[in-house]
C-alpha cells in the first residue's frame, strides 16, 4: 500500500491497485494541486503583489484567473515530475511537496505579467 500525505490529508494507494497505481497517483497529485491552484486564486492580487512586488492589472488579473483555470482542468503527469515520480516509485510512503506545484503555477503566472 503507497500512503501520501497531501494538502487534503492522507491519501492511500492499496496494494491490489497495480497498473492503476500510476493513474491513481496522478489523480492524488491532480487534487492535491488543484487545492493550491485554488488558494492562489482566493487572493491572487495579494499573491502577486507578494510573489512577484508588483501589483496587476485589471486585465493581468482575468488572464491570470483564464491561466489558473486551465492549469486546474489539465491533469497531473508524473512523467513530468521526475522527482516525484522517483519517490512514488521507491517509497511508500510519500510526503506531496508542493514546490513543483507552486513553481508551476507561478511560471505561468509570471507569463501573463509579462505579456500583458
Known amino acids: 500500500m503507497k500512503r501520501f500525505v497531501t494538502n487534503q490529508g492522507l491519501r492511500s494507494i492499496p ?24 488558494q ?6 495579494n499573491y502577486v ?26 491533469k497531473v503527469n508524473l512523467a513530468d515530475l521526475p522527482m516525484i515520480y522517483e519517490e512514488v516509485r521507491q517509497s511508500d510512503y510519500v510526503v506531496v511537496r ?10 505561468k503566472i509570471e507569463r501573463v505579467l509579462i505579456q500583458n
Do not use: C
Not at 27 to 34: C, D, F, K, S, Y
Open 98 to 107: 508542493d514546490e513543483p506545484f507552486i513553481q508551476e503555477i507561478n511560471e
Open 40 to 45: 492562489v486564486y482566493a487572493a491572487l492580487e
Open 15 to 38: 496494494a491490489h491497485a497495480g497498473d492503476a497505481m500510476p493513474a491513481i497517483a496522478e489523480a492524488i497529485l491532480t487534487e492535491h494541486r488543484n487545492k493550491l491552484v485554488l
Open 49 to 74: 503583489e507578494w510573489t512577484f512586488h508588483r501589483i496587476p492589472t485589471t486585465n493581468q488579473v482575468f488572464w491570470i484567473r483564464e491561466t489558473l483555470e486551465g492549469i486546474k482542468d489539465k
